[in-house]
């Protein structure tokens, strides 16, 4: 997983252009193909945590959340290679190390992932939104982050990383992808950062690994490595 490190105060070096394209291509699949067919909902288990495939053990609409979104992308998956339509996941894309198989990382949470960036030095305190780069993953933070606080203090539930209480992924040009709240029109959707940048607080910068068996990539002890991913 890595050394832990103290939040910094700026951000990581930029991600390759390709894992950033290609990122933002597979996040939108999720409400491009996915449309109507999701909705956000935590009660019911994704493609990320479901132990059987989400299509045939759900109705429809099938769940998500912001932080199954997320996920899913860092996973290196897109909505036609998830359970929502196979019955195994398939990374198809460039990929975020997690250091444990999908199902099992810490990322399934909003505050689990921010704390998954914490601990391998990717995390930032955003005090200036133009330190944003497309691809960057968003945390936001509020008091009593969904009603936690009594539970914490009866000792029944452990503290929200950092406040933290929603995630998104960030488009550029002050637009972000995210899943939140069953009105919304469609299960994943496009909104503009500045109706949540009140309780922005901190940003990640991914680390990506290319997919397998090509020319941006090199077998490692037996494991797939990025020649580089800063270019």
């Not at 200036?128 to 780069?133: A, V």
């Amino acid at each position: 997983m890595g050394r832990a490190h103290r939040p910094a105060h700026q951000p990581a070096p930029a991600a390759h252009t390709a894992a950033v394209t290609d990122m933002v291509h597979r996040a939108r699949t999720f409400m491009d193909e996915g449309g109507t067919s999701l909705v956000w909902d935590a009660t019911r288990r994704g493609p990320g945590l479901s132990p059987t495939p989400v299509h045939s053990t759900t109705t429809t609409p099938m769940p998500i959340t912001c932080s199954h979104l997320v996920g899913m992308v860092l996973a290196g998956w897109e909505y036609q290679s998830t359970t929502y339509v196979q019955d195994v996941n398939k990374r198809t894309g460039w990929y975020s190390p997690l250091g444990l198989e999908p199902h099992r990382a810490p990322i399934w949470q909003a505050h689990r992932c921010a704390h998954h960036f914490w601990r391998r030095g990717r995390l930032w305190l955003v005090e200036d939104t133009t330190t944003l780069r497309t691809g960057d993953v968003l945390f936001f933070s509020q008091h009593d982050p969904e009603s936690t606080w009594e539970r914490v203090r009866a000792r029944s539930l452990r503290p929200y990383f950092g406040n933290v209480y929603h995630t998104a992924i960030y488009l550029g040009g002050g637009r972000i992808l995210q899943s939140t709240g069953p009105s919304s029109p469609t299960g994943v959707w496009e909104a503009d950062l500045s109706t949540l940048e009140s309780t922005l607080t901190w940003a990640a910068r991914p680390e990506w690994v290319p997919p397998e068996h090509t020319s941006l990539s090199v077998l490692v002890d037996g494991l797939e490595s990025p020649v580089d991913t800063t270019l």
